[in-house]
């Protein structure tokens, strides 16, 4: 259930009998050549509403602004300082446990988000939150890995796309039909949680937008897939947590 649908004398009651909140963190910023604005945000919300199915939780409004300062060079993505986002973050997270909520688990949907969450969170009461992206259960990892193999990539991921495809429709795949360069293992690690470089030498050097991701290969009965994996780990994980 949406926090924003309730009433307060929902919330109270919920409250009252002990209840934790999910709260969908995502970006603004460009997923390649058929990859929606919001890919980041859209999946993080998809992932906690569906879960929230499962197990009667409640979600909180997505936070959609978030840092994506190496994508800025792409039309569309709208990036904040790591500081106005800890600042935001810290202060809607805090205002969820003071209203009495036992805990926040945050589904994350965006590799940049998770360090100043994880700050966030040691400022905080560490145990009264729990930070985990939706991609990261082993299920999950397991079925990006059968699906797609190394042409996961990193960024407009076919993933990611699958799910908004499975949510909104296809979008023309343009010139994400082709391939992207290929990355190696070292610089996929050594470039993860999004260490990318300054916006134009981003976009220098992926200029599609893409990050050794083939989202063509993405089909909405993978997003289904994908969408049910991510929920059902999500929601046994909030379970636990809200004890």
Not at 76 to 86: D, K, L, M, W, Y
Not at 231 to 242: D, G, I, K
Request: proline share 7%; net charge negative.
């Amino acid at each position: 259930m949406k926090l924003e649908h309730m009433t307060w004398y929902d919330v109270d009651a919920r409250i009252g009998a002990g209840a934790a909140v999910l709260l969908p963190v995502g970006s603004t910023e460009q997923h390649g050549p058929m990859g929606r604005i919001g890919t980041d945000t859209i999946c993080a919300e998809a992932v906690a509403l569906a879960a929230a199915e499962i197990c009667n939780a409640i979600v909180a409004p997505s936070l959609a602004y978030t840092p994506a300062p190496f994508n800025a060079g792409f039309p569309g993505t709208v990036s904040v300082s790591v500081g106005t986002f800890h600042a935001l973050a810290h202060e809607v997270i805090e205002g969820l446990l003071d209203q009495g909520f036992l805990g926040v688990y945050v589904v994350n949907g965006h590799g940049a988000n998770l360090e100043p969450l994880t700050q966030v969170a040691a400022g905080l009461a560490p145990e009264k939150m729990l930070i985990r992206s939706w991609w990261e259960p082993e299920a999950v990892n397991t079925l990006r890995r059968q699906l797609y193999g190394d042409w996961e990539g990193m960024h407009a991921t076919p993933s990611e796309i699958a799910i908004t495809q499975s949510l909104l429709g296809e979008l023309p795949a343009n010139q994400a039909s082709e391939p992207p360069e290929k990355l190696s293992p070292d610089y996929l690690r050594a470039h993860a949680g999004d260490r990318h470089g300054p916006p134009g030498e981003h976009r220098a050097r992926f200029p599609d937008g893409r990050v050794g991701s083939h989202s063509a290969l993405a089909r909405p009965e993978h997003g289904t897939e994908l969408l049910k994996a991510a929920a059902q780990a999500v929601a046994q994980e909030f379970t636990l947590f809200q004890r």
